[in-house]
């Protein structure tokens, strides 16, 4: 199973940006899909971008604009360059890898707020 490790969370004034970076154990390249994801409390864990072994790219409506997801194979890891941000987007961020086997990070705390 794939080793995901997430950071780059933190605290920032809305308006503000963020970089958020996903470590994987293993090459990308041979990985299929990878994703954020987002939960906030109280409610239901969402896709909030995704990215193809391709390059295809998915969003969320909620950040078509201010978000872009990519990935650096030579890093194995994957990004998500979060700019404009809300205080609805103030949750906890999921790295996912969907291979052999669907695989997770920790996650990393996102909190917007003045």
């Known amino acids: 199973q794939v080793q995901l490790v997430e950071s780059g969370g933190g605290l920032v004034q809305p308006g503000g940006s963020l970089r958020l970076s996903c470590a994987a154990s293993v090459s990308i390249f041979s990985i299929t899909s990878m994703g954020w994801y987002r939960q906030a409390p109280g409610k239901q864990r969402e896709s909030v971008a995704t990215i193809s ?3 295809s790219t ?3 409506d909620s950040v078509k ?4 997801i990519s990935r650096d194979n030579a890093k194995n890891t994957v990004y ?3 700019n404009s ?3 609805e987007d103030t949750a906890v961020y999921y790295c996912q890898a ?3 086997y ?3 990070g920790q996650g990393t705390q996102v909190t917007v707020s003045s």
């Open 80 to 82: 998500l360059q979060m």
């Open 53 to 55: 072994r391709g390059g």
């Open 85 to 87: 941000l809300k205080p």
């Open 58 to 60: 998915n969003y969320a």
């Open 65 to 68: 604009g201010r978000f872009t």
């Open 102 to 104: 669907v695989s997770w």
């Open 98 to 100: 969907i291979g052999a």
